[in-house]
């Protein structure tokens, strides 16, 4: 059988997040045959490792509409194969197996750094590689992350409070302050997302440092008393206080170093005290000239992410180069990658999700972005001359032939089963292996011998 019978059309979708998968079922119920290749075991992307961990409720009721996706027979999955210029099939690979298009949702893979002295001490993280680590997506699951007992995080939305939230209800740790260049009128974070970590706010020290930069704040026309009552809207939501950790956010201060301690630690991050000024309708922050240091021994940069540049396609500003006159738009959004340096597009290949837009809404935005990617897909595929004429024989052969063992949606679904009955056999709420060794023997794959 070369593809689902009934199928007009066949199309490759790289990623199993949100926007992948949603992608994907829209496609399936176009009349197209999707296979999804996915570098974790486990579809879900940030769905399944980027949520919060007790948030069950959430996550469930999105790993019920994954089920039901998946299930559909117009889809195949394959987890723990890398798609790009070094992984296990390139973009190439694919277009040379039959695929008339390849939409794809990775996500942004890459962390982004600000290049400043310092960010190589131990204790300098991403905060990315946290969030991994605590939801416990292999290989991050068994990193070791030096965590000290003051913790500053740059950045004000809502993954600095994801972090805030494992600082203060999981390490409890003595103090953590949230940096943000701007001022508290430009906070990113929402009300609910604040509720879990509003009861450790301290107050009197958010109402000084309001103080402090009232007057820069009110001299582009921003209101502090409007700014306060956004930020302590989340009080009366609060969830317990379960810690002594102090919570406070520090404004108008952009990241300048690292201070080391002697030892190859951090001692505080030094920031350079910025002003506000007016600019086309909103405002940027720019630099004083004086300087100052927060004390710390843990920096934690919440400022986003960056696509993968090895994957093999266009990269500038942090993301995949999109095409500049569109052909196939949707919501007057580009989904075709372009190439500046052929002046052309990238040929069948579209990007949506955090692909398109690095670190852009959650898992809503996301979903409704993989769908509107589809339906540029569909655009295209409209406009070729014939049917696929694809035998995905040999490709499920070579994958077959992959050092590592390929995940199919029957081992997914095993897996599922096990963990689920560790679950109940431990009494918890959810339980998750940690290692890629331990989910693999779950479903009774072995890995080969090198």
Known sequence: MAFNHGSQYLVAVVGAGPAGLFAARQLAQAGAHVVI???????GGLAEYGIYPDKHKMKEGLRKQFR??????QIEYYGNVTIGQHGDLTLDDLRAAGFQAILVTVGAQGTKWLGLPGEDLRGVYHAKDLVYHYNRLPPYSQQTFSIGRRVAIVGVGNVMLDIAHWLIHDLKVEEVVAVARRGPNEVKFDKAEMEYVAANLDVPALDEE???????VEAVGQDVAKARSYILAALPGAHPRISDTRFRLEF???????VDDGHGGVAGLQVEDTTLVAANGDTKARGTGAYRVIPADTVVFAIGDRVDEGFGLPVKWNAFVKHPEPCFPVGGLCYEVYDPAAGAPVPSVFVAGWSREASTGLVGAARKDGTSGAQAVLQYLRTLPTAPGADLEALRARLAGLPGPVVTKADWQRLEAAEAAEAQRLGLAEFKYSTNAEMLAAMGLEIAET
């Open 68 to 73: 039901q996706l998946l299930a559909l027979p």
């Open 252 to 258: 108008l201060g952009s990241p300048h170093a690292i």
């Open 210 to 216: 309001l103080e402090r930069v009232r007057a820069r």
């Open 37 to 43: 290749f996915n570098r974790d075991i486990k579809p």
